[in-house]
């Protein structure tokens, strides 16, 4: 049994596989601490789902896509992917995680790069 977890491990180290995600508790300190920090963020609550979003407006369609590709390259490397709508300059993203069915610890880290990217 031993030499199977040392083999997991292994691989696991190889692979750089993610740690699992953390879905946030409802009532939890820490969930409604994450809460408060997106809608100070300018986030909001998505009605009917545990999710949130943010519509975030730029000069031009060009400045729109490279904010997206900046968050869609980071996404990739979280293996974490945001829903998003873009219209010309406008662009929305909402962020849930769907593997726990709701918002997580990688929802938090991700809309934190999201908005680091915006003055």
């Known amino acids: 049994m031993l030499?199977?977890?040392a083999l997991h491990r292994a691989a696991a180290t190889r692979l750089r596989m993610p740690p699992p995600t953390k879905k946030l508790k409802e009532g939890s300190d820490g969930r409604i601490e994450m809460l408060r920090g997106f809608?100070?963020?300018g986030w909001e609550l998505v009605e009917g789902r545990d999710a949130v979003?943010?519509?975030f407006m730029h000069k031009d369609?060009?400045?729109a896509f490279g904010f997206m590709t900046r968050v869609a390259l980071?996404?990739?490397t979280m293996n974490h992917h945001p829903e998003w709508f873009n219209v010309y300059n406008k662009v929305e993203i909402t962020l849930s995680?769907?593997?726990v069915g709701g918002l997580s610890d990688?929802?938090?880290e991700l809309?934190?790069?999201i908005d680091s990217l915006t003055p």
């Open 3 to 5: 030499w199977c977890r």
């Open 39 to 41: 809608v100070s963020g």
């Open 53 to 55: 979003k943010k519509t």
């Open 61 to 63: 369609f060009n400045e």
């Open 74 to 76: 980071k996404a990739e």
């Open 97 to 99: 995680t769907h593997d």
């Open 106 to 108: 990688k929802d938090v």
């Open 111 to 113: 809309a934190q790069f």
